[in-house]
């Protein structure tokens, strides 16, 4: 069985409109939940029995030489970065038949060319050589087609949404599915699943136009899910993360969250019944998360890191350190206010769009009472700043 060599081809002019939502990254190296295109497309191969040579190309003029290395015994599939698979069985049974070819073919899905499949060298080359001058790849691939139903365009704008939103932060016991109109939340929490449907209904009118609406809440034995319609437009981390938001672009986004912080619904409420509820958010809460991260098998590392890379000898050290500065601010006179908030603002739960400046918040910390919409005026803003300050987004979506 002849080698094949992959040929991923990572020059694939980007689309402006997709240049809004990832920036000037290729389509390789967007980053998803902490993997790039590229990785994820080299994970689906790796788990093929075909003996397989991946090259990631960021300049084709040079591929030759590295091709030429593996000798004459080789087929070559040269892939389009814009494509990302959907279907992996498909795509692997594919990749199971490429060896064997007697011919080169292009590979095709609704018209497009999503690779292109040698059987030697030599017509490689000539390709090649043609593709660098033309660009035009119907006018120099008059093979014969293999159509296949595997890949996504993320090229085209409401496929790339597609493919992102299929990359929401859900947690492990949640699962998102949905088409390009609509997006059903399910999960094996149901009680979570629950709250945040209530959290819309029990919301004041003059707050659900910042929120997008769920419908259809369904609950059985095992699960409970709700319904939303599919917003064309991206999660703020997303963008954040691929450095695709200018400085005006920012200050756009900052002045329509501070218009939502500002106008929440309040009430007043008494000095013990703030500080109560400030305890519980700013020190009760970090306490458990703690206890809750020293018992995870990745603790150990982690505690290693903090002893050799910082200058506390222990998570217990940092939360000292923390409680100090709290204090500090506790002390100080406020305005005994409670708010309606959402309870986790960070740029993952924000779908902001520029050409609209139409902004829209998910996945709230979720109520089943009217009395659990309340919470302190400050923690929303925290949120937001974790996203801003602390780059929780960079270490959500990047390995860093």
């Known amino acids: 069985m002849k080698k094949v060599i992959v040929v991923y081809d990572d020059t694939v002019n980007v689309p402006y409109n997709v240049q809004i939502v990832i920036g000037k990254t290729s389509f390789g190296q967007i980053i998803l939940k902490r ?3 590229c990785t994820r497309f080299l ?8 003996d ?3 090259i990631r190309e960021t300049d084709l003029k040079n591929i030759n030489q590295k091709i030429e290395l593996y000798g004459k015994n080789i087929v070559i599939l040269h892939i389009f970065s814009n494509f990302v698979v959907k279907d ?17 073919y292009k590979i095709v899905q609704e018209h497009d060319i999503v690779a292109i499949a040698f059987n030697q060298l030599d017509s490689y080359k000539e390709m090649l050589e043609r593709y660098l001058l033309a660009k035009d790849l119907e006018s120099i691939t008059k093979y014969s087609s293999i159509t296949v139903n595997a890949f996504l365009n993320i090229a085209n704008y409401n496929n790339l949404l597609t493919y992102i939103s299929g990359g929401f932060d859900a947690r492990f016991f949640n699962s998102l599915e949905g088409n390009e109109y609509i997006v059903t939340k399910k999960s094996t929490n149901k009680n979570k699943i629950k709250k945040e449907y209530m959290y819309y209904q029990l919301l004041p009118d003059e707050m659900k136009k910042w929120m997008v609406m769920p419908y259809a809440f369904k609950e059985n034995e095992e699960t409970a899910q709700y319904t939303m319609e599919r917003m064309h437009m991206t999660d703020i981390a997303i963008r954040w993360t691929h450095k695709a938001i200018d400085e005006e672009e920012f200050r756009n986004i900052l002045n329509k969250t501070f218009y939502y912080i500002t106008n929440r619904t309040q009430k007043t409420i008494t000095k013990r019944e703030y500080e109560e509820i400030e305890y519980d958010l700013y020190v009760y809460k970090v306490q458990k998360r703690i206890e809750e991260l020293k018992k995870e098998n990745l603790y150990s590392k ?3 890191y903090i002893k050799s890379g910082t200058e506390f000898n222990s998570i217990d050290d940092i939360f000292e350190y923390y409680l100090r500065i709290y204090k500090q601010y506790s002390v100080k006179e406020k305005k005994c206010i409670s708010v309606i908030g959402h309870g986790d603002l960070c740029f993952a739960n924000m779908l902001y769009s520029k050409a609209t400046d139409m902004l829209r918040l998910i996945d709230p910390k979720g109520a089943l009472t009217e009395e659990e919409l309340w919470t302190d005026p400050y923690y929303d803003i925290a949120k937001l700043s974790h ?7 960079f270490f959500n979506c990047r390995n860093i």
């Open 35 to 37: 993997k790039t295109v």
């Open 43 to 50: 994970e689906i191969l790796q788990q093929t029995n075909v």
């Open 52 to 54: 397989i040579e991946f």
């Open 88 to 104: 992996e069985n498909e795509f692997k049974i594919l990749l199971e038949k490429i060896p064997f070819i007697n011919e080169n």
């Open 302 to 304: 982690i505690d290693l």
């Open 387 to 393: 996203s801003i300050c602390g780059n929780y987004d």
